[in-house]
Structure formats: C-alpha cells, structure tokens
C-alpha cells in the first residue's frame, strides 16, 4: 500500500515533494522518508510516524535538488522501523526506488540476489525489486537503453502489484515509474512533472494527469515524457486536467476532518442529488447510466462488491433495492467475489462501490467480473479513479474529499445513491409513479432532515461520555438497520479500538445475549415500522440481564421505561431514507467516544484510507 510522489522539473523538489506526501498520508501514516539525487549521491531522509516528523526533519537540511523521491508507508512487509521505510536503496548505491503494493515473489528472487552477494539491510519486498533493478542493470553494461530496459526487465521478474518511481544516481535528469495493480498518475506542470499515486498529490503545480494503465511504463527525461508499455511499445498519453480540489480541504474550525465531514453531510448529499431526478418527479435520472437502459431493464441479477464501510452501503442497497425494485441483489465482500467460482448469468449487473476508486480488492472484482463479460458499474467519490475508469458506466458521488480514515459522509451518499439507483430500476419496473414520487420527495427532504439530527450532537456526546468506559458494545437493527448496525460497530472500533459487534437484532438471543453484562451497552436502532414491537422485545431481553440499553427511535414510537435506559430520537421519515438518519446518532456517538480517550480520530492506528493492497 503506501503513497508514492517523484519530483523532476527546474525548481526544489522538496516542498512539492513534502507536500505530496502530506496530502497522500491517507494511503498510509507509519513512517515517510524521501530521497534527492545530489549529482554524485543521494541525499536520503527517513522517519518513522507522520509525514511531519519527516517534514521536520528535511527542514532542518533543506536540499537543494530538482530530483527526487518520496514515500509514505503502510507498513506490509516488516516492521515500522526506519530500515524498512523507504525510499530503498540498491546495494551498490546506484538506484533509489519507492515502491506501492507487494511484490509476492520477493523470497525467490532475495535468494536469487543473496546468491549473487547482494546483502540487504531491510525485510522489505520493495528493496529486493531494487536491488533487482540495480543487478539488472549491472548485466546491461554497454545496452543503449541500460536504465529502461534494467526496470523492464526487473518487472518482467516480479509477481504481485506495484506502483514505483526510481532514479538511478548515473542520469540526473531522469525518473521511471511503473504501475501494475497499484495505481500511478503522471502529472504535467509548467516547471515540474509528477508521479504520485494519486493527482491529489500535485493539486496546485500540475495542471493536467496522464493515468498509466497496468503494465505502462513512464519515462520522466527533463521536461519531456513519454510512455510505453512494459515490453517497450510506445503507447497512448492521455492527459486530463487536474481538479483543483485544495481549498476544499482545509479542516477549518473543526476539531478534526471527521467532524468537518459528518457535518458537513446536509451539503454533501445536496451535491449528491442535484439535477438527478426525472422532469415528471417520479425517478432518478443518473446521467453515467446513459447507453445502458436496455441492459438495466432486464437485469436478472445485481451483484455488489465493496469493502468496509462502502460494503455495509451496498447492504443498505441490497434491502432497498430489492423492495423498490423487485431484481435479486448479492453484496460480495469484493476479496471474496474474485476468488468464488460464482455461476454466471448473462443479465447479471456487477456494481462496484468505492469512495477512493482505488481499493485493490474492489478493481480485482471489477477486473473479474469483466473477464466473466458481465456489465459493471461503479460508484465512487474520486474523478477519474482507476473504479472510474475501469467500469462501463457509473455514478459519481459528489461529496468532496473524505479525509478523515473513518467513512462518513461517503457512506450517507453511498446509501443515497443505491436508494436513486432502486428508484431508477423500480420505475423501470412495477413501482408506481405516486410512490416514486414520495421517493423523490423524501429524498429531497434528506439533506434538512440530516440537518436535524446533527443539530442533537450534544446529546450523542453526553451519551458517549456515559458509556465511554465500556470495552465491549454491541449494535442491533433489523432490515435495512442491520447494516447499520453493523456500520454503528466497525465505527467505533476503527477509531476508538473498543470491541463492538452489530447483528440483526433477533439474532441476539442465538449467541450474542451471552455477552449481556452491566458492562456491555447495546445500542438499538428501531425502525418505526410494525417490526418495531419485536426490537423492543429484544431490549427488554438485554435489560432482564442488566445490560444497559441506548435505543435509537423515530419520534412518536413508544418506548417503554424499562426498555431502554436512554433514547436518542429521529425525525419520522420514508423508509428509504431512514438508515441515512439512523446511521448519524452512531457517526456521532464513535466520534465523541474516541474523542473522550483522546485519540486521533483521523488517523486511528493500523488503518488507511485507502487500501491498496489485496
Ligand atoms: C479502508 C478504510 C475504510 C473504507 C474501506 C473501503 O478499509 O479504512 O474506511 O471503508 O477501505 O474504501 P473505499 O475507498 O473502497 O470505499
């Protein structure tokens, strides 16, 4: 996994670098280090912890290089140490390298190196592929192309997925990448190029992206660039214009990005609705499923696939989509989709749901699902995504970078857009206009109900305090709240590392009820619907075995005193939009719970934002 950015151009590579690396931390925050090509040396910095600590560390010796490498780690092989941070360097000194994803022939082709003398200093794959480049290159001695063909033929070596830059210490105006599996954009600006991972990482000095496609090679000479494929065809470069999304974000008076973006949820689901609706008021119009109407309309079949939290939105669409829709929905955990020998039918939809567009797993299941010839569509939050680009059509989500490593603002437009995406086929089908159009209504109401509920945060925030000394906590909904409860759990323990689970709530009594105790809380989320009567009955369950209840309940449905011992309460809303509402209350109560521990909501220990690694 990890961030990667080069730098080559006229002016200091060290600020754009740093910088880079800043707005690529979310790809991974256990150590960074970067390295400039100093004419005879490179000049190498490496810290473990955030990218500040290296920043810090750079400060203090400032270079003066316009060539150089950069990384943030996600650690993969070997421990959070500094020997193991990159940038790598090859045994002999000549080659420097960052490197994305894994490389899983690594221990064959160590032996191979150790066999040859070469010794190494960390227990990373990534410096085994450098050192691999550098061996390469020492074979190519009078080779016209030594440099290119040495990474060409290293890659033809390895197995498994990477994004990489190299320099090589013999050209001092020259930087490679490479991509297979993992990510890579070049980016051209009016002094400098680029590559990174990803083009938020030269936000404001590239004006456009050239994407590599798996197995393309960049050669960075100068000003100029060129790119080929990995045997060594010239091949296409198109470039696109960089969005330049940097003021977007500034965290401003917000205490950490994760509060900023569960706040700023009423706007964002505005963007996510805007101009999506037909002229009659009774359907979604979503413009990227243009060309595909006649497939859509037949579909026998909808198979999603997704990770963490956009997998729990997928739940939430599976319950949507099949009530409003009538077609047979299968959520997939993405890792799994690709490995199962899942019959195929033809009119089968595979939509693949992912904030950053670019979680391996989830392009493996798409890749997939494309060589079986099925249609794939896919909804993401990030322009230009490989998920974007990768899929037969897809929707967009609108909703602004999602910094914070919890998903929160993401999740809200997911669920959003599976509810449109219902609506769509369910007017294709049997759903009539007069409830399509209290769909659109109720959808259009969202964003000032959302409002409503983040304006009770105080409340959530004493709740959590309450319950903040708990280690154990578990989370009950039925139907489309199952999800939710779901998502209510894995929030809280990414970023306040307690133990909590989410079930189906009459699932309680088949296991789950043996963990009842004064320290265990539940949290119940009641649906307001006739299946209310039977969650209550399930609260009244914990409560006969003194566990402490939080229920979670529309406005006008009765909850009995000895059923629960807090209720936070809901708007009274459509059905479609109530697993939106309900999941705010648990965003809130993780939140104000890590918070009240005293940890880094943003960056909560072990995670990434995006994982790019299978
Ligand atoms: C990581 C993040 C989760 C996220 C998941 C899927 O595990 O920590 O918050 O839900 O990836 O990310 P995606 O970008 O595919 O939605």
Same mark, same amino acid.
Request: glycine share 14%.
């Given at each position: 996994m990890c961030g990667i950015i080069g730098y080559i151009g006229k002016g200091l590579a060290q600020e754009s670098l740093i910088d880079g690396l800043r707005r690529l931390e979310y790809r991974g925050y256990d150590s960074a280090g970067v390295a400039f090509h100093e004419g005879n040396e490179f000049c190498m910095s490496r810290e473990t912890g955030r990218v500040q600590n290296l920043a810090d560390s750079v400060q203090k010796n400032s270079s003066q290089s316009s060539l150089g490498i950069a990384h943030t780690r996600w650690a993969t092989? @070997?421990?959070?140490?500094v020997p193991n941070t990159h940038p790598h360097v090859s045994h002999d000194g000549k080659f420097v390298m960052v490197h994305n994803g894994v490389i899983e022939n690594f221990g064959a082709l160590k032996h191979f190196l150790s066999g040859k003398g070469i010794e190494f200093n960390s227990e990373t794959d990534s410096e085994v592929l450098c050192n691999l480049i550098a061996y390469n290159y020492s074979e190519l001695l009078n080779e016209k192309d030594r440099l290119i063909d040495a990474v060409r033929i290293a890659l033809a070596q390895c197995r498994g997925a990477y994004g990489i830059a190299v320099l090589c210490l013999?050209?001092? +105006?020259t930087m490679i990448g490479a991509r297979r599996g993992s990510p890579l954009v070049v980016g051209l600006g009016d002094d400098a190029n680029f590559i990174a991972s990803d083009a938020s990482a030269f936000v404001g000095r590239a004006k456009e992206a050239v994407f590599l496609n798996d197995g393309e090679l960049a050669i960075l000479k100068g000003t100029d660039f060129r790119i080929t494929t990995l045997e060594g065809q010239e091949a296409k470069a198109v470039a696109h214009p960089v969005d330049q999304i940097s003021e977007e974000v500034e965290i401003g008076d917000f205490d950490s990005f994760m509060e900023k973006e569960i706040y700023e949820q009423p706007t964002a689901l505005k963007n996510t609705l805007r101009g999506r609706f037909g002229d009659d008021g009774t359907t979604a119009k979503l413009g990227g499923l243009e060309g595909h109407e006649e497939e859509l309309r037949n579909l026998d079949r909808i198979i999603f696939v997704a990770c963490g939290t956009a997998r729990h939105a997928c739940m939430v669409g599976e319950y949507l989509i099949e009530r409003l829709a009538r077609v047979p929905v299968e959520v997939e955990h993405a890792s799994e989709f690709r490995y199962r020998n899942s019959p195929k039918a033809e009119k089968s939809l595979v939509i693949a749901v992912s904030q950053s567009g670019e979680t391996l797993d989830t392009l493996e299941a798409v890749r997939e699902a494309k060589t079986k010839g099925l249609l794939t569509l896919g909804i993401t939050n990030?322009? @230009?995504?490989s998920l974007a680009r990768e899929t037969d059509g897809g929707v967009y989500q609108r909703v602004g970078p999602e910094i914070g490593v919890a998903s929160t603002k993401a999740f809200s437009s997911q669920v959003c857009l599976c509810a449109m995406l219902g609506l769509a086929l369910g007017r294709m089908r049997d759903l009539s206009p007069m409830d399509g159009q209290g769909i659109v209504e109720a959808l259009n109401d969202l964003p000032d109900l959302v409002s409503r509920v983040l304006q009770q945060g105080e409340q959530i925030r004493e709740l959590a305090l309450k319950y903040s000394k708990a280690e154990h906590l578990l989370f009950m909904g039925r139907q489309s709240l199952y999800p939710v409860a779901l998502e209510g759990a894995l929030k809280l323990k990414e970023i306040s590392y307690a133990h909590a689970e989410g079930y189906p709530a009459a699932e309680l009594k088949h296991g789950p009820i043996a963990l009842i105790n004064p320290e265990c809380p539940s949290i119940f989320i009641v649906? @307001?619907? +006739?299946?209310s009567a039977k969650t209550i009955a399930n609260m009244q369950e914990v409560k006969a075995r003194q566990g402490p209840v939080l229920a979670i309940a529309p406005e006008g449905v009765e909850i009995p005193? +000895?059923?629960?011992d807090d209720v936070f309460r809901l708007p009274v809303a459509h059905e479609v939009v109530r697993p939106i509402l309900a999941n705010l209350p648990l965003q809130l109560f993780a939140y104000h719970f890590a918070r009240l521990r005293g940890l880094d909501v943003d960056k909560p220990r072990n995670l990434a934002k995006s994982v790019t690694v299978e």
């Open positions: 092989h @070997g421990a959070v140490t013999d050209y001092s +105006e990030v322009v @230009g995504s649906e @307001g619907s +006739e299946l005193k +000895e059923a629960a």
